[in-house]
């Protein structure tokens, strides 16, 4: 049934039968793999569905923008994409007013669980407001006081998008106005006050789609938050990004144009949240910003001086005269001029052609936009290698050639080909580019949040540009169907390509990345290397092998695939996790018995938050980590067959939640430590005090040092420092 | 390796070459030049202030002529925070902010003026990002 008799067909059906015989390729390509273990992970995630978003969006009108999408029911069918993936079962336990965390769905659950305290006025925190609802977006419309207001579903697609919130509450947390719910700089506001604008929730669902590849996976953030209406930040700033997961925005960072699709909201928004991207990328390789690297201080000519003046360390940022400067704010250091370059690629790409500077230019698009570009016709390129649905516009062009096509041409010119075509054929070609083009247009339209705008704005830009490329198009397709004859004879011997819909390559290609530090790159590439091992058997030349692959990987993007991998990791481990709190309750009790070895601190993965633990303890608790993961995943391994990338894998997912657990262990036990002394000062205060006396006073380091000598609390989790210096400094030593 | 023993090697490394060893308080560019070599760059932060910049981002702190500090990259276990808080567990220690978090990560300084060494560090990771050494009181 594989095989295609030569005389039986022609190209255009042989190309039919490929998509035709999909599903039974696929069984054929799932039968060869079953010698192997399938892998379970895989198994886990093979649950794949069509984004309810782009079946709407294949449906839609051909004028249609993607703005004409911001709808009650267009955001719930954003939603439902999202949704639609989240796990069945979960853990959530507990209540939130009057619902029952575990009769949720796994997103209103994770949501509560995580924000349910941080909604409206944080005064009064009156739950009986939400008493009718059951859904996130009723949440939030309630504390809108309009159960109608989009608002609610755009607060509830950014956290389902990116896993933080915008925030609708009256306290603006880490800013020095806001310790009080509800006070800012000593005045009471009204709730309204800390809510962003319909026009603004407006900004944050184009932004959501207006933010590519490392501002969508910001780990660290918490909350996006608005100050008051009418106030400021101090230092003259219009926003604030807090390495605790805080950005902060003010009116004046919150400001449009002539229209909703432009102003200084957008570049803002993105600058902020591109200082996150910068620290938690400096963060991931052991530094503080990314932008303090090396690398990145050569190109743009900064570098750092550092003294100390009376008792003062100083260090700022200098940069060379031949330093270029993105904007004029970009010149105060290398984070602002990182967090510059990344949000004027996307907003204002204009800044880019009046700069010049392509190394800077090819950086940020690389490695912070998926090599995308924003302007002229690079963009114009991306969006044609995006849409021109290759397959179906190559048999097109393809039937032109067949001697049937008729039709006078209007269009294109014999000139316009370096191949020869005739009259007919080249009416052929212009029925077929006029149909593509409007294909395309009308894609790009729908799927690209900035398409209506450039393509109206650069109309006759896009009708040159597709006019150039169509010919180049037609003239790579020319070649290999001028062998039609030895192709055919080939198509005898091969099975049909494996369908693109399979998702088991590219679970597989990811599978392989666990331990890549460059994750998405070696996904690509394991991804290619895979298909090319396939597609090696078909016999297929270079360009069909290359639409192929590129075709592939557009079906499956890193970002979905690692999205499915981790839930499904996820999914996994939540069945362990009684084992895990097992393993890290055993740990450090026999760990405990190791904290008085003095050792040297190994590299260790515990996150103490800036705490201290003792060294033999510390190495202890570290060492424990790859044993214990080794122990539950043989565990696992005796009820499941698990493939070895399944087990390289579940490895680092367990050791991971080991690392976690160890880490909330120790914040629960440092805090209790904290309370026994003070507990231990309360206690002991007195006493203490009628040993000091006024003269010792005199001399504050002398004093301070016998004090804290007569302290006799035994501390793990602090050193005495931490936990009495303030104590010793404010009341003991005081003069 | 730590600062001190960095310093204790310059000394050693120093009286066996006949070269004058490094002293804070004491030493003077010419000292420096002599011990180092030349430095990569001088930076001139005010009249009387002077930084001799060396490989791998050290930097000597001249005023009046004389050395005052000396600033490094942490090495090996030196990087990580709780290091130093073992280092300095009976040193009356001061948190300083030295950066204020206008943006992100806020930079703070550990300082044991015992020791004569202050370390800077990021919030947020604990990351060590240089060593000071300076005359110890």
């Not at chain 1, 400001?255 to 991931?284: C, P, T």
């Not at chain 1, 932008?291 to 003294?307: G, I, M, N």
């Not at chain 1, 290398?334 to 204009?350: D, G, K």
């Not at chain 2, 002293?23 to 001139?44: H, R, W």
Request: charged share 30%; proline share 3%; net charge negative.
């Amino acid at each position: 049934m594989l095989f295609i008799q030569k005389e039986m067909i022609s190209l255009k059906e042989w190309l039919s039968m490929k998509l035709a015989n999909l599903f039974m390729i696929l069984f054929f390509f799932l039968s060869c793999q079953k010698k192997e273990i399938r892998s379970y992970i895989i198994e886990v995630s093979q649950k794949a569905q069509v984004s309810p978003l782009k079946r709407a969006l294949a449906q839609a009108d051909d004028e249609a923008c993607l703005e004409s999408f911001y709808s009650v029911e267009g955001l719930k069918k954003e939603i439902a994409f999202f949704e639609e993936r989240a796990p069945k079962q979960h853990d959530f336990k507990g209540r939130w007013g009057h619902l029952n965390l575990e009769e949720l769905p796994f997103y209103t659950a994770k949501f509560l669980s995580k924000y349910g305290d941080n909604l409206g006025d944080l005064r009064t925190k009156d739950l009986s407001l939400y008493k009718d609802c059951q859904t996130v977006p009723c949440f939030y419309n309630k504390i809108y006081g309009n159960e109608e207001s989009l608002n609610g579903y755009v607060h509830y697609l950014w956290f389902l998008k990116f896993g933080y919130v915008i925030a609708a509450d009256n306290k603006i947390e880490k800013e020095e106005g806001s310790f009080r719910p509800g006070i800012w700089n000593g005045v009471e506001k009204d709730l309204k006050d800390y809510l962003f604008s319909d026009e603004e929730m407006y900004g944050f669902w184009r932004t959501s789609h207006l933010i590519k590849d490392s501002h969508e996976t910001l780990k660290s953030m918490n909350e996006i938050q608005r100050l008051p209406r009418g106030e400021a930040l101090s230092g003259g700033v219009c926003g604030r990004a807090w390495s605790s997961g805080y950005v902060n925005l003010s009116d004046s960072c919150l400001i449009f144009k002539e229209s909703r699709n432009a102003g200084y909201f957008y570049y803002s928004l993105i600058h902020e949240l591109s200082h996150i991207v910068d620290y938690e990328e400096g963060r991931a390789k052991n530094g503080r910003y990314r932008s303090h690297f090396d690398d990145f201080l050569d190109l743009t000519k900064f570098y750092k001086t550092e003294y100390e003046e009376n008792g003062v360390k100083k260090i700022k940022w200098k940069y060379y005269p031949e330093a270029i400067f993105i904007s004029p704010y970009s010149r105060f250091s290398p984070q602002e001029y990182f967090a510059e370059s990344l949000s004027r690629y996307r907003v204002s790409p204009i800044d880019y052609e009046t700069l010049n500077f392509p190394k800077l230019e090819n950086l940020v698009r690389d490695s912070y936009y998926k090599g995308l570009s924003f302007k002229g016709e690079n963009q114009f390129e991306d969006w044609v290698k995006k849409y021109h649905e290759k397959k179906t516009l190559a048999e097109l062009v393809r039937a032109c050639f067949s001697p049937e096509a008729k039709g006078e041409s209007t269009l294109f010119k014999e000139m316009d080909f370096v191949k020869n075509f005739t009259e007919t054929q080249l009416s052929c070609l212009s029925d077929v580019f006029l149909s593509s083009q409007k294909e395309m247009k009308s894609e790009i339209k729908m799927k690209e949040i900035d398409g209506c705008e450039v393509l109206q704005s650069k109309s006759s830009e896009w009708s040159n540009y597709t006019q150039r490329w169509f010919p180049k198009f037609v003239e790579k397709l020319d070649e290999p169907l001028r062998e039609e004859d030895k192709k055919e004879e080939r198509v005898q011997d091969k099975p049909p390509l494996p369908n693109l819909e399979d998702d088991e390559l590219s679970l597989k290609a990811m599978l392989n990345c666990t331990y890549a530090e460059e994750k998405k790159i070696c996904y690509q590439q394991e991804l290619v290397k895979i298909l090319t091992g396939i597609l090696d058997q078909y016999g297929l030349d270079e360009l069909e092998e290359r639409e192929f692959t590129e075709r592939y990987i557009e079906f499956h993007p890193y970002e979905e695939v690692s999205i499915r991998v981790n839930q499904s990791v996820e999914k996994i481990i939540q069945t362990l996790i009684p084992e895990i709190t097992d393993h890290v309750s055993h740990s450090w009790e026999s760990c405990f018995t190791e904290k008085e070895k003095e050792e040297m601190y190994l590299e260790g993965r515990i996150d103490l938050k800036g705490g201290y633990m003792k060294s033999g303890m510390m190495n202890c608790l570290n060492r424990r980590i790859p044993e214990a993961s080794k122990k539950l995943i043989n565990g696992l391994k005796l009820k499941t067959k698990l493939s070895s990338s399944d087990e390289a894998v579940l490895t680092r997912g367990v050791s991971d939640h080991l690392v976690k657990e160890m880490g909330d262990f120790y914040s629960q036990e440092a805090s209790a430590e904290a309370q026994r002394a003070e507990d231990w000062i309360t206690k002991n205060k007195t006493n203490l005090a009628s040993k000091i006396t006024p003269k010792m006073k005199k001399n504050k380091t002398n004093c301070q040092r016998y004090a804290l000598s007569r302290i006799t609390f035994e501390a793990n989790y602090h050193t005495k420092n931490d936990l009495f210096y303030p104590f010793v400094r404010d009341q003991l030593c005081k003069p | 390796m730590n600062g001190h023993f960095f310093f204790l090697l310059l000394f050693i490394t120093s009286c066996s070459f006949g070269t004058k060893p490094l002293q804070f308080g004491q030493s003077t560019k010419a000292d420096i030049v002599s011990n180092q070599g030349q430095p990569q760059k001088t930076e001139l932060i005010k009249s009387n202030l002077e930084i001799l910049v060396f490989e791998n981002d050290q930097k000597y702190q001249l005023t009046d002529d004389v050395l005052t500090h000396y600033w490094r990259n942490p090495e090996g276990e030196e990087k990580f925070l709780s290091f130093w808080k073992k280092k300095f567990e009976n040193c009356l220690t001061e948190k300083i902010t030295i950066e204020d978090q206008r943006h992100v990560a806020g930079l703070y300084e550990l300082k044991c003026q015992e020791m004569g060494l202050s370390v800077i560090y990021s919030e947020g990771n604990d990351f060590i990002e240089r060593v000071v050494e300076y005359e110890a009181r």
